[in-house]
T-cell receptor
Framework: AQSVSQHNHHVILSEAASLELGCNYSYGGTVNLFWYVQYPGQHLQLLLKYFSGDPLVKGIKGFEAEFIKSKFSFNLRKPSVQWSDTAEYFCAATGGGNKLTFGTGTQLKVEL | DTGVSQDPRHKITKRGQNVTFRCDPISEHNRLYWYRQTLGQGPEFLTYFQNEAQLEKSRLLSDRFSAERPKGSFSTLEIQRTEQGDSAMYLC????????????FGEGSRLTVL
C-alpha cells in the first residue's frame, strides 16, 4: 500500500539551530511529494512541492527539501530556524492519482 | 476572505445522532477533498470530487458517511448514527486541476461525539 512515514514525532530546537525532518514514502512509479505546515491555530498550508526536475526544491520561509529517489526520501531542511517556525509539519505524496496521502506529522518547537 | 470555509467549526453531539458539515471551496477550484484528522495523526483521506462527480472514496469510510457536491460548488459531509470513534477534525480542501496535491485547506470542523 502507498504510504508516507515520518520518524520524528517531536523535535525541539533552539533558535538558529539547523533543522532536518525525515520523510520516507513507499510508492511505485511516479510520485509527487509535498511538505505542508500547520502553525498554531491556523489551517494546513503548502510549504513546498516536488514534481520533477531538480531534486532540491525551495519553498517559502527559507525551507528546502531534497528528493532522493534511491532512498525513497524527501527530507525537509532549514539552515537556521526561528521561533516562528514552531508548527506541525506534514510530509505528503501522490502516486499517479489525485489522492494526497499524509504522514503522521512532526511537531516542531523552537525555543528562544 | 476568499479561502476555503467550513461550517460549523465545532459540533458536539450525542452518540446515534446525525451530523452534517458544509464546505465552501475557493470559487474557481474544481476539486474538493474531505479528510479526517485525529490527535497525533496526519490527515486521512475520505473522499474527493471533481466538479460534482465523486471520483474516489476511501475503503475505510463506513457506509454511515456520505458526501455530496450537488452543483459542483459547495459540498456536504453527513455522518449518520454517530459513534464515539467518529470524534475528529473533519478537513475540507480544494484545488484546481490538474495541480495534483496542491490543496488549500479550510480551518476544519471539530466533531465531538458524547
Amino acid at each position: 500500500a502507498q504510504s508516507v512515514s515520518q520518524h520524528n514525532h517531536h523535535v525541539i530546537l533552539s533558535e538558529a539551530a539547523s533543522l532536518e525532518l525525515g520523510c520516507n514514502y513507499s510508492y511505485g512509479g511516479t510520485v509527487n511529494l509535498f511538505w505542508y505546515v500547520q502553525y498554531p491555530g491556523q489551517h494546513l498550508q503548502l510549504l513546498l512541492k516536488y514534481f520533477s526536475g531538480d531534486p532540491l526544491v525551495k519553498g517559502i520561509k527559507g525551507f528546502e527539501a531534497e528528493f532522493i529517489k534511491s532512498k525513497f526520501s524527501f527530507n525537509l531542511r532549514k539552515p537556521s530556524v526561528q521561533w516562528s517556525d514552531t508548527a506541525e509539519y506534514f510530509c505528503a505524496a501522490t502516486g499517479g492519482g489525485n489522492k494526497l496521502t499524509f504522514g503522521t506529522g512532526t511537531q516542531l518547537k523552537v525555543e528562544l | 476572505d476568499t479561502g476555503v470555509s467550513q461550517d460549523p467549526r465545532h459540533k458536539i453531539t450525542k452518540r446515534g445522532q446525525n451530523v452534517t458539515f458544509r464546505c465552501d471551496p475557493i470559487s474557481e477550484h474544481n476539486r474538493l477533498y474531505w479528510y479526517r484528522q485525529t490527535l497525533g495523526q496526519g490527515p486521512e483521506f475520505l473522499t474527493y470530487f471533481q466538479n460534482e462527480a465523486q471520483l474516489e472514496k476511501s475503503r475505510l469510510l463506513s457506509d454511515r458517511f456520505s458526501a455530496e457536491r450537488p452543483k459542483g460548488s459547495f459540498s456536504t459531509l453527513e455522518i449518520q448514527r454517530t459513534e464515539q470513534g467518529d470524534s475528529a477534525m473533519y478537513l475540507c480542501a480544494s484545488s484546481l486541476a490538474p495541480r495534483t496535491g496542491e490543496l488549500f485547506f479550510g480551518e476544519g470542523s471539530r466533531l465531538t461525539v458524547l
